[in-house]
Every structure is written in structure tokens, then in C-alpha cells.
């Protein structure tokens, strides 16, 4: 059962946090009081949950809180949870108790701010509820967005604050073999069932778990730990040779047999799988992938519904990119890189970005930011450009990666770092998390709204590049395009059958190559719903902007929209649209 807590660096291959714990079974909710106000009594409870979810996974609680003591978590458990199928059923007894308790509040009674907070977690509850017979349709492995793949991300980006994070981290380290146990066990009853994946899928996550193996004594995650270990300046040469040591004893004493014994189980239930296609075709693929869409991109409207608005988008999109090569005497052509002399470094881009933006977005917290190099042994890993989302109680302190293998520059790397950047995910999580919102809210989320928004602004910044505007607006209704592209295949693959190749014949009639088609195929069967959040979750934003220009009329400004959807924060967006309602005809 996938939970709701997720610290989500963005774009392109995601470096994404799974939620590799279930949820505590048998919560208990602080004593309410009788006394108590109704407000007091669910900030308490709200605050509770935050804890309990926590404590249940020390990812988790590292990637999202600095110092875990001044929340109450002192002597929590360092686990890296379970994955299996005895803890996805457990999690939805949880899940219903959180639901039972959220029901017991007089919704009246609580504030705007608490209302917004019960709307968001009640959707939340109610949509997993509902999906929850269909869990063993998960998959947490994969070539390269499975947990397999991204644990060793997670390890890498792992911070060193104090000792104890370094203790914490050794601890999970030496977990991975009870995980990776815990997964084959889910992938085991996903084989009963007839779910289980087909072999070329297998095939690849096994070649993956065997190129990571390959080399122990070399492994990255070594060389990665060593240098920051030797970058703590307040650790005796001994403690560092000691730290090192022990890290290097758990990589390959149990990190890579764990590696290994994943692979020969996946090898011994090769065969087992029944689809090598979309969720189309497993038993009720179709409405896993309703639900999919609901829980990722929190839009609420039926795939039918999504994918026309999809479509009209394209239309648009491409009917506009006619008219600005007829305007220019048919001598625009798209250009792969657009550069502009004033701007070369990835700092000059984002101060020219975050100066840009102050007309029609709000002034964002001053905050600290470093562009930082992704490291060599990494660089194949890692998509171009990343921001990872820092602790809800260091937001000051803010790093955006640019992976060199990537080799962007001139437009391509401007917008990608709006989109990371400013007015994206760096300026969107900080403006959050200054207004101090309710804690829940921090680990409550949906990541249409993320990655809507990051997709958003990121369209919005073509119109902020220097050079040549009429190339720069073709190169962004190419880049819609593309992404319409990507959003509808990924509804044929999965909600309308769409065969390997029923999908190279259409995109070859668009001019892309059988290489690039299998390629992308792939990548959607991979991961159902991703590329949605991205371009469906944009075009949310394009109508909730056009609903508040109904609903302000001439008092309508771009920077007045902008402040309302980010003091909302992330929310599934019938519940955005709903708070748009209530906050933009106020006065």
C-alpha cells in the first residue's frame, strides 16, 4: 500500500523516495482531553500521525526532518520497514483506524487551515481504502525507478549531520538483506496470483542487481561514504578508519549477497508472469490505473475525461507551432540548444530566474542555495538536473544537482532549472514550508501538484529567456507537445491496450524511430501514471488559473493566482479548486 510520504527530487529518471515501510499497525493516537477545543484535539492528532508514520521508517524521517528529537523522536527504531504481504495488509488496518479517528471530528469546528488539512488526508485515506484489494498490483522493483535501483541513491545522498546519522545509517545498511527478503516474499505471492512480472522486465532488473555487484570492492556507495566521511571535520582520523571500515564490511558482507540472492529469486519465478503489455491486461489493470491517477496525480475525473483535455492540449499546441513557422516564412526550424552569451553558469540562470519572477509571483523566503556536481560514479544514474527536497526544519539550506553527463546548456538547461529551481520545486517547497503549515502537511501530498506545478512554471520561464522569443515559444510548444506525447501513450499502454507495436506505428508516424519508441514504451510500462503527473498535472493548473480569472474578474493578476495555489500547498486539485473558491472571493 503505497503511503503518502514522499521527499521526491524531480525531472526526467526521478530519484524517487519509495515508502519502503508499512505503517505502524494498532496506532496510538494521543489522549485527546475532553477539555480540549475540537481544533486542539486534531492538530494533536494530526501531529500524532506525523510522528507514528516517522517512526516507522528511518528513511523517511531522515529525508524529512533535521533534528528528530525537537519533534518527540528520541529513541525511535532505526528500520528500513517491510515490503511484505503480511505488511500491506496491516498497513490497511491502520489506514482504517486513521480513517475511523478522522470521522470522530466535527469538520464545523476546525479551522480553515485544519479543514484544508482534514480534506486532503480524508481523500487520501479514502482513495488507498478503496484500492487497497488491488496492492499485490504494486511493483517496487523495476530497471531503474524499483526500489533496487534507487536504494543506492538514497544511501549515496544520505546526510551526515551528526554521529548518529552515521550510526543510523550503517544500521540500515545492514537491513537490506531482511528487505530485499521482504520483497521477494511480495514478488513470490504476486507469482501465485498470476501478477507477477514478465521475463524481459525480470531480465533487467536482474542484469541491473548484477552490474551493481559486479565490482564490491569498487562500489560507488564506497567511495561516496569514504569522502564524506572524511569530510567531517569533527571526527578523530581513528573514528573515520573505524566508520570506513564497518561501512565497507556491510557492503559486501550483506548489501551485495542481498543484491545477489534478489536476482537468483527473481531468476527461479521467471516464467511465472502472464503480461508482458499494460495494466490493460491483468484482471482489473484498468481500474488499478483509475486509481493510479487519482492517488498520483489527484485529478478525480474519468480517464476518458483526461485524456480528451490531453488531446485538446496537443491540438493547440501543435496548431501553434504551424502558425509560428508559417509566420516566419517557413525558415524556423527547432533547434536543439538555444544558448544566450549573458547566461552560461547554472547561478547566473537561477538569479536571473529569481529575479524575473518577482512580477507575477509572490517574494519567496531568503533562503541559501548551491548548485552542486553530481559525483562521477553517479553521473549514469541520474537524470540531468535534480533538486532534492531538503528537511522541513532546514528549508534554508537548498541544493540543486546538475548531472554533467547530461550535458545541458543554453535553453534546454534555463528551463530545466526554472523547473527545479526558481519558480519551480526549490521555490515552491521553501515558500511552503516558511509558512509554517501544519505538520501533516509536510508528509501529506500529491505529486500532480508537485511535478504539476515544477511543469507549470517551467513553461511559464520560455517566456523569460533572452534570446530569440519566436524560437524560444516553438521550442516550448515542442516540449508540450512531447510531454502530450508521452501522457497519452501511457493511457493507450495502459488503459487502452496499446500494444508494443500499435505503439511504434503510431509514433513512427510522427517521425520517431523504432529505437526511441521501444525505448519509451518501456519506460511508461515501467512506471504507469508518471509522465501524467507531469503534463496532466500542468494542464490542472492552466484550468484552475482560467477558474480564478472567472472567479476575480478584473481583480484577476497572475501574482494573486500564484500566492493562492502555493499558500494551499499540495492537494489533490477538486480540493484546490475548492479552497480557490473560498479564498479568491474573500473581500
Not at 493562492?564 to 499540495?570: H, T
Request: net charge negative; glycine share 6%.
Amino acid at each position: 500500500m503505497p503511503a503518502f510520504l514522499s521527499k521526491i527530487p524531480s525531472r526526467g529518471r526521478r530519484l524517487i523516495l519509495l515508502i519502503l515501510a508499512v505503517l505502524l499497525g494498532g496506532a496510538a493516537f494521543l489522549w485527546l482531553g475532553i477539555f480540549q477545543s475540537e481544533e486542539n484535539k486534531f492538530q494533536s492528532f494530526a501531529e500524532e500521525v506525523f510522528t507514528g508514520e516517522l517512526s516507522g521508517n528511518t528513511l523517511n524521517l531522515h529525508y524529512t526532518v533535521a533534528d528528530p528529537s525537537a519533534y518527540g523522536l528520541k529513541d525511535y527504531p532505526v528500520t528500513l520497514g517491510s515490503c511484505s504481504p503480511d505488511s500491506h495488509r496491516q498497513s490497511l488496518s491502520v489506514l482504517e483506524n486513521y480513517r475511523k479517528s478522522l470521522g470522530d471530528f466535527s469538520y464545523e469546528k476546525l479551522s480553515a487551515s485544519s479543514q484544508l488539512t482534514y480534506d486532503i488526508f480524508r481523500d487520501y485515506l479514502d482513495t488507498e481504502l478503496a484500492a487497497g484489494s488491488m496492492y499485490l498490483y504494486e511493483e517496487p522493483l523495476g530497471p531503474t525507478l524499483g526500489i533496487q535501483a534507487q536504494l543506492p541513491i538514497l544511501f549515496a545522498e544520505y546526510r551526515f549531520r551528526v554521529k548518529k546519522d552515521i550510526e543510523d545509517y550503517l544500521q540500515l545498511l545492514s537491513q537490506v538483506p531482511d528487505y530485499f527478503s521482504s520483497i521477494l516474499s511480495f514478488e513470490q505471492e504476486k507469482s501465485r496470483n498470476g501478477l507477477f512480472m514478465s521475463d524481459d522486465t525480470a531480465d533487467s532488473i536482474i542484469a541491473q542487481c548484477r552490474e551493481f555487484t559486479a565490482d564490491p570492492q569498487n562500489n560507488y556507495l564506497l567511495e561516496i561514504f569514504n569522502d564524506k566521511i572524511q569530510s567531517i571535520s569533527n571526527l578523530s582520523e581513528d573514528e573515520k578508519i573505524d566508520y570506513q571500515t564497518r561501512n565497507s564490511s556491510i557492503l559486501t558482507s550483506l548489501v551485495i549477497p542481498a543484491y545477489e540472492e534478489l536476482a537468483e529469486g527473481l531468476t527461479a519465478l521467471k516464467g511465472t508472469g502472464t503480461n508482458s503489455m499494460g495494466l490493460y491486461y491483468w484482471p482489473k489493470g484498468r481500474e488499478y490505473y483509475e486509481y493510479l491517477v487519482k492517488s498520483r496525480v489527484g485529478d478525480s475525473r474519468s480517464i476518458p475525461e483526461i485524456e480528451e483535455a490531453v488531446k485538446t492540449q496537443m491540438v493547440e499546441d501543435y496548431g501553434e507551432m504551424v502558425n509560428l513557422i508559417r509566420d516566419s516564412g517557413g525558415n524556423l526550424e527547432l533547434e536543439d540548444t538555444l544558448t544566450s552569451p549573458a547566461l552560461s553558469s547554472p547561478e547566473e540562470m537561477l538569479e536571473d530566474l529569481r529575479g524575473k519572477i518577482m512580477e507575477d509571483f509572490p517574494l519567496p523566503p531568503q533562503v541559501q542555495y548551491q548548485v552542486k556536481y553530481v559525483h562521477d560514479s553517479l553521473q549514469e544514474y541520474l537524470s540531468p538536473a535534480f533538486y532534492l527536497t531538503p528537511c522541513i526544519d532546514d528549508y534554508q539550506s537548498n541544493v540543486i544537482y546538475i548531472n554533467p553527463a547530461g550535458n545541458y546548456q543554453g535553453l534546454d538547461l534555463y528551463t530545466t532549472l526554472a523547473h527545479e529551481g526558481y519558480p519551480g520545486h526549490l521555490y515552491q517547497s521553501v515558500y511552503f514550508e516558511a509558512a509554517a503549515p501544519d505538520l501533516l502537511r509536510s508528509i501529506l501530498g500529491t505529486e500532480g501538484y508537485t511535478e504539476g506545478w515544477a511543469t507549470y512554471v517551467e513553461m511559464y520561464s520560455f517566456s523569460l529567456w533572452e534570446g530569440d522569443p519566436t524560437q524560444a515559444a516553438l521550442a516550448q510548444k515542442n516540449r508540450s507537445f512531447t510531454l502530450g506525447l508521452a501522457s497519452l501513450l501511457d493511457i493507450g499502454i495502459h488503459y487502452r491496450g496499446y500494444t508494443r507495436e500499435d505503439a511504434a506505428k503510431f509514433l513512427e508516424q510522427l517521425g520517431f524511430s523504432q529505437e526511441t519508441a521501444s525505448s519509451l514504451y518501456d519506460s511508461i510500462l515501467e512506471s504507469p501514471a508518471n509522465y501524467l503527473q507531469y503534463y496532466v498535472g500542468c494542464l490542472n493548473f492552466y484550468e484552475l488559473r482560467d477558474y480564478a480569472r472567472e472567479l476575480m474578474g478584473n481583480d484577476f493578476s497572475l501574482k494573486k493566482f500564484h500566492q493562492a495555489v502555493l499558500d494551499a500547498g499540495s492537494a489533490p486539485f477538486p480540493i484546490l479548486k475548492k479552497y480557490l473558491a473560498e479564498t479568491l472571493t474573500k473581500g
